[in-house]
């Protein structure tokens, strides 16, 4: 009974010292670092650690910036359980740790409505193409407001107080720019917006709703009240 008291010892001991290859692969929107039982630090890298087999690692990922989120672990060879724990198997073990980029929606809108024209361009550099929808968190956004010169309306300003037509911006939260514009000819009229204070946007029953010099506008730039 002794004798196989012993070989039960040494064969657990040589069990805790077969080494098992764990790679924990670097992400690309943010960082992730292993701690084992004895507070010993594995950040992930290309080359695999090679690591007893039992030894219980807590993973811990960092997103790059404001403008990512952790996603999920996806795990090779083991189970991640939901305190981001992992008990290192006989198995090789690859560790991804996927995280997603924030994305915003940005708009531009009109006002008075059919004024003119607000375009939302999104790119690099020079390069700008039409937003078809949400963009990525840090986005170089370009909000161009051009005029209809038959109905003979004038941009004045957005509704930050930028009087420059095309301007860049950074997609940093959901936006909507507002377009304002003119007619000179016309001194007073129902949808004839003259700026004199800065517009203040807000949300009323899920909707977003202007307020300019007392008057208040859907988001398309029709007025619904006087």
């Known amino acids: ?79 991640i359980d939901n305190n981001n724990q992992l008990t290192i198997g006989s198995q090789e073990t690859i560790i991804y740790a996927r995280f997603q980029i924030v994305q915003y929606t940005i708009e531009a809108q009109v006002l008075p409505a059919d004024a003119g024209r607000a375009r939302v361009r999104c790119g690099v550099g020079d390069i700008f193409l039409d937003v078809a929808g949400s963009v990525n968190c840090g986005s170089t956004i370009q909000l161009i407001a051009s005029e209809d010169e038959t109905n003979g309306f004038k941009f004045t300003q957005w509704d930050d107080g930028v009087t420059d037509p095309i301007r860049i911006v950074q997609a940093d939260d959901d936006h909507t720019y507002i377009a304002y514009f003119r007619n000179p000819q016309q001194a007073t009229g129902s949808d004839n917006v003259q700026i004199t204070s800065k517009p203040q946007k807000y949300i009323e029953n899920g909707l977003l709703k202007i307020n300019a010099n007392g008057s208040i506008y859907n988001s398309q730039g029709h007025k619904i009240n006087n």
């Not at 009974?1 to 929107?29: D, E, G, H, Q, Y």
């Open 1 to 79: 009974m002794k004798r196989l008291t012993i070989i039960l010892t040494f064969l657990a001991i040589a069990l805790s010292a077969v080494a098992v290859p764990v790679r924990i692969v670097p992400p690309n929107f943010g960082s992730v670092v292993a701690t084992d039982g004895k507070g010993v630090q594995y950040p992930a890298r290309d080359e695999a650690y090679d690591l007893p087999q039992g030894t219980l690692l807590t993973l811990i990922y960092t997103p790059k910036n404001d403008c990512s989120v952790f996603a999920e672990w996806q795990c090779v060879g083991g189970v």
